[in-house]
Nanobody
């Protein structure tokens, strides 16, 4: 079992930055691929970024968001720069046995943290 707890969400203005954190407990953190997803009201959950040795990004965030992980702290981060209103969503971190952009392949999920960007 892996437990994931996100933090760092909030309300920011367009153009500002925010860093999300996801603390993991349970089995060995560095055995897992870690991903970030988001879900806006009325929309399906979408892939944002993933990391396990290498990284993947959704086209919509490439160049603005950066995923990183500190295996010593069992924590994965999502640095979000140049935020805009379209980034408003609940952000979830997730853990999987292999790096993937598909939500269904992640077996463990956090509770989510709200990010709201005002324009």
């Amino acid at each position: 079992q892996v437990q994931l707890v996100e933090s760092g969400g909030g309300l920011v203005q367009a153009g500002e930055s925010l860093r999300l954190s996801c603390a993991a407990s349970g089995r060995t953190f560095n055995n897992y691929a870690m991903g970030w997803f988001r879900q806006a009201p009325g929309k399906e959950r979408e892939f944002v970024a993933a990391s396990r040795g290498y990284t993947y990004y959704a086209d919509s965030v490439k160049g603005r968001f950066s995923i990183s992980r500190d295996n010593a702290k069992n924590t994965v981060y999502l640095q979000m720069n140049s935020l805009n209103a379209e980034d408003t969503a609940v952000y979830y971190c997730a853990a999987a046995g292999k790096i993937t952009t598909t939500a269904d392949e992640y077996g463990y999920w956090g509770q989510g943290t709200q990010v709201t960007v005002s324009s």
